[in-house]
């Protein structure tokens, strides 16, 4: 099993903060996966990274992969309450491999 | 990307009894896959379905506890068998088709 740990585990910040939710492993992924979960629903994938030092936008948010590929982060800017729910990383692993490890998970909750 | 309908999206039961949750995909998908998550943490993966042969199980998790089926490429089934209180989780099934993953909307179980 390949771990990875995200930080921290809970955030609760004010509207309009940025923050930056980690992604840690000393494996190393194919590719990387960040999803958001809302209670009730399954996780919904909003970026996949495959180069090492990838960076991706995606409106507010920002998504890099780490150089050795072990590692990311997301970022966003002036949060918004509808940027609240549950934060996962999820990487692949080997080229060809199909299953996805998930990281421990980061709950947001931004208040407005 | 694929839908999932998932079912049922919860129940209770008593232990020593199982229960079949079923995943029914609106396309074709390559891989699907079964997971576990407690309320508000990450999810485990608990096997890949693969169609018409044997699942591909994790390390902790067994056939004769969470048999799956997989007759063809838009369905899938786990059955979670004899179960106890220590069993009540969320269960999420997955299907990719080589790029991004979709998820059903989980079924919450309870064992009493």
């Known amino acids: 099993t390949q771990l990875l740990e995200q930080s921290p585990q809970f955030l609760s910040i004010q509207e309009g903060e940025n923050l930056t939710v980690y992604c840690n492993s000393s494996?190393?992924?194919?590719?990387l996966q960040w999803y958001r979960q809302e209670p009730g629903e399954g996780p919904v994938l909003l970026v996949t990274?495959?180069?090492?030092?990838e960076v991706k936008k995606l409106k507010r948010l920002t998504f890099q992969f780490g150089d050795a590929r072990k590692d990311s982060s997301l970022h966003i800017t002036a949060a918004q309450p509808g940027d609240t729910g549950l934060y996962l990383c999820?990487?692949?692993?080997?080229?060809?491999?199909?299953?996805?490890?998930f990281g421990t998970g980061t709950r947001l909750t931004v208040i407005p | 990307s694929a839908v999932i309908s998932q079912k049922p999206s919860r129940d209770i039961c008593q232990r020593g009894t199982s229960l079949t949750i079923q995943c029914q995909v609106d396309?074709?998908?390559?891989?699907m896959f079964w997971y576990r998550q407690q309320p508000g943490q990450s999810l485990t993966l608990i096997a890949t379905?693969?169609?018409?042969?044997?699942?591909?199980?994790e390390s902790g998790f067994v056939i004769d506890k969470f048999p799956i089926s997989r007759p063809n490429l838009t369905f899938s089934t786990l059955t979670v068998s004899n179960m106890s209180p220590e069993d009540s989780s969320i269960y999420l099934c997955?299907?990719?088709?080589?790029?991004?993953?979709?998820f059903g909307s989980g079924t919450r179980l309870t064992v009493v």
């Open positions: 379905a693969n169609q018409g042969s044997e699942a591909t199980y």
């Open positions: 990274v495959v180069t090492g030092g």
């Open positions: 494996s190393v992924f194919s590719s």
């Open positions: 999820a990487g692949r692993g080997q080229t060809g491999a199909n299953n996805l490890f």
């Open positions: 396309s074709q998908v390559t891989m």
């Open positions: 997955s299907g990719n088709n080589g790029g991004g993953y979709t």
